[in-house]
């Protein structure tokens, strides 16, 4: 079985010799196979105990009535099921760090196309803001432990669009086009301006100036050492200090994200922020509401476009990748419900931590920048933020009515 192969042959030795052993003992079926060899990925992943270590395997073994595999799949399925569904515990937790990648940067030849955000358009499962996507440099030299980015590109190798001014330039839009982001490919400021991707991107801000480029990051490149147009906008992925430590290897501190986001505002910038992905980890509760302290300690809601919110979401091609590639990390480590065809935490879970986030924050901020939810369940908006909308248009329309008057102009 294919989706079986693919996940044992990355597994450690000790843990193929635990499940040729347990195969042996016991019968199991070709799908209850892969469960297994999936939760001893994620296992060894995590850390934690592997299940074929503790299994009781005395009480099994007395079993006479032929189903001593199921007995084994059903205990398997409440130790699983008890690790994800608890608050993930870092304190135990210390991945092996991760050496800074050497990449090799190569300029392409290649068109730009504009593509278009990640959520799921059939049945308005989200809410959408139709960000459209443009893919200046692709794949990244950070090691955020989730990232889909490295389920997609060459981990080798860090790709630049040669002549992407003149490209941009003579690039047609059509009338609808009013907000571009260039961070689904890689980090929007990881190499700066080195290659030309910042004056690129500024010439063409400065061409359409009634449509917004947003740069999102988690770096630090200090790269506000001269102005960019109002509407070209900066913005950072903001995490919380235990998750930016475990999980996001690599990139910039909470600290130094602020920092340079406070030299952004300093040069003109309007910036903004998303607390994204969040993690339901224990101090969840204490950890982000001081983000929230901290961007209203050093910014007044008129620095801010807006303030994003969202948690961890995995398509299964993603998950794939991670057990595959083997790397210690705890974000598989949750409650896995489908969501629009991804996997993600329950409502209710995710309800609490958004409403948490979002009354941390002053009436001024809750009134003076606009706050949305990230790629989540509709049901979402009114009980975390007070308001919802019927359908993505609403929310679109919205959201432009806000981005264009904080650039002084009319939608």
Not at 302 to 316: A, H, N, P, V
Request: with cysteine; glycine share 6%.
């Amino acid at each position: 079985m294919k989706a079986f192969d693919d996940i044992y042959a990355y597994l450690p030795q000790d843990s193929k010799e635990r499940l040729e052993a347990l195969f042996s003992r016991y019968r199991f079926t070709e799908s209850q196979k892969l469960e297994i060899v999936k939760d001893e990925a994620d296992l060894v992943q995590w850390k934690e105990g592997s299940y074929t270590s503790k299994a009781p395997y005395s009480e099994i073994d007395s079993r006479l009535d032929g189903r001593k595999g199921d007995a084994y799949i059903k205990g398997m399925r409440k130790y699983m099921s008890r690790l994800r569904s608890e608050e993930t515990d870092y304190s135990s937790f210390f991945p092996a760090p991760q050496p800074r990648r050497k990449h090799g940067i190569r300029e392409v030849d290649k068109d730009i196309v504009l593509g278009r955000c990640p959520c799921p358009v059939d049945g308005e499962k989200t809410r959408c803001c139709n960000l459209r996507t443009l893919d200046a440099v692709e794949q990244c030299a950070f090691s955020c432990s989730y990232c889909s980015v490295q389920a997609f590109y060459s981990e080798d190798e860090i790709h630049t669009i040669g002549n992407l001014k003149e490209k941009l330039l003579s690039l047609e839009l059509s009338p609808d086009v009013w907000h571009i982001g260039t961070g689904q490919a890689s980090d929007s400021l990881l190499l700066g301006d080195d290659y030309g991707t910042l004056s690129a991107l500024s010439a063409f801000a400065q061409k359409l100036p009634d449509v917004v480029i947003e740069l999102k990051s988690k770096s630090a490149r200090n790269v506000f050492d001269r102005e960019y147009p109002r509407n070209m906008f900066f913005s950072w992925s903001l995490n919380a200090p235990t998750i930016i430590e475990k999980e996001e290897h690599l990139t910039a501190t909470l600290e130094e994200r602020l920092e340079d986001a406070e030299r952004a505002r300093d040069k003109g910038a309007i910036i903004g922020f998303h607390i994204h992905p969040m993690v339901y980890f224990k101090g969840w509760d204490e950890e982000y509401p001081k983000i929230a302290e901290e961007i209203e300690s050093r910014f007044s809601p008129e620095d801010l476009y807006t303030i994003s919110i969202g948690t961890l979401t995995f398509t299964k091609a993603v998950m794939k990748k991670l057990r595959q590639m083997g790397r210690e990390s705890r974000v598989l480590e949750m409650e896995l419900t489908e969501a629009a065809g991804k996997y993600s935490y329950p409502l209710e879970i995710k309800r609490k931590m958004f409403s948490t986030v979002y009354n941390a924050f002053s009436a001024s901020f809750q009134s003076g920048v606009f706050f949305y939810l990230c790629m989540e369940d509709p049901s979402l908006w009114l009980p975390v933020l007070g308001r919802e909308y019927s359908r993505d248009k609403e929310f679109e329309e919205d959201m432009k009515r806000h981005y264009l008057a904080k650039l002084g102009r009319k939608p």
